[in-house]
């Protein structure tokens, strides 16, 4: 039995039946897939990549990202902005049952056998693997309640952008959802800035990726996320963690990992997008 992470969907449905079908996925049905979120949006078909998903929901881990959070935000009619490639979910047959298993998905996914973590974005350099596994839980509880719709309007905006653990209601709510979903750089005391998504090396000054800001203390436990589509490679040794959004949607790569053996399987993807 093998374990596979795979990278950033979003909406790319055949080259993610396709990645599935070169790592032998659909031969083995004792092997399990790990998925990094951002299942849906700008990709040509979201609706198929979600209802590919969810039937494979008895075999694979999915933790929730930026777009697929705002799905659920345009479905209970308080996104702030409408995506129009979102629709199509918003209005299929079987909407109910995806989008109530979508906000039932965990924003952080934690193996203690493995001691690896996998998350969409990152962690802020503050919270050890029990901290994020604590304000993670927190934000789920209310996500999977009756009273998800609040916590949707509220968590959009940058603010606050720096850690304390006496952030109430929905700041604290937020600083974890922007943490967990949209995080890549810390400025030197820590605090988030979520405006840049430059490689390493053309940050402004004072920018850190999450993963290599001073002390971290999430550090002894590995972590594989995503979000990161500019990053530039996807083994990151020195820092613990493995970056696996290498672009499909804008004609990068899709990108599955086999946690145990380290191997990494790539298929190259036709861009269905531009940047900008």
Aim: aromatic fraction near 6%; include cysteine; charge should be neutral.
């Amino acid at each position: 039995m093998a374990t596979f992470a795979i990278g950033d969907l979003q909406g790319c449905a055949d080259e993610f039946a396709q990645l599935t079908a070169q790592i032998g996925f659909d031969k083995r049905p004792d092997d399990r897939l790990r998925l990094v979120g951002d299942l849906v949006s700008r990709g040509p078909d979201s609706l198929a990549c979600l209802r590919k998903v969810y039937a494979l929901r008895e075999r694979l881990n999915c933790v929730l990202g930026n777009h697929d959070l705002h799905l659920l935000a345009q479905a209970a009619g308080v996104s702030p902005k409408r995506r129009g490639d979102l629709d199509a979910i918003v209005a299929a047959n079987d909407a109910e049952d995806l989008l109530t298993w979508l906000r039932h998905r965990p924003l952080l996914h934690f193996d203690a056998e493995r001691n690896l973590a996998m998350v969409h974005a990152g962690l802020p350099p503050e919270w050890t693997i029990d901290d994020a596994l604590s304000e993670a839980d927190a934000v789920q509880q209310v996500l999977r309640g009756p009273k998800y719709r609040t916590l949707l309007a509220g968590m959009y905006g940058d603010g606050p952008r720096q850690w304390s653990p006496k952030l109430r209601g929905l700041e604290r709510q937020r600083f974890a959802i922007n943490c967990f979903t949209r995080l890549r750089y810390c400025d030197r005391d820590g605090s988030l800035l979520l405006d840049h998504k430059m490689p390493p090396g053309e940050a402004p000054p004072g920018a850190t990726p999450w993963f290599a800001a001073a002390g971290r203390a999430s550090r002894d436990t590995g972590v594989v996320f995503g979000h990161w589509s500019t990053l530039g490679q996807v083994q990151w040794p020195d820092h613990n963690v493995r970056g696996l959004d290498t672009g499909c949607v804008w004609g990068g790569a899709l990108t599955a990992l086999d946690i145990d053996s380290g191997e990494l399987h790539s298929l190259a993807c036709r861009a269905h997008r531009q940047p900008g």
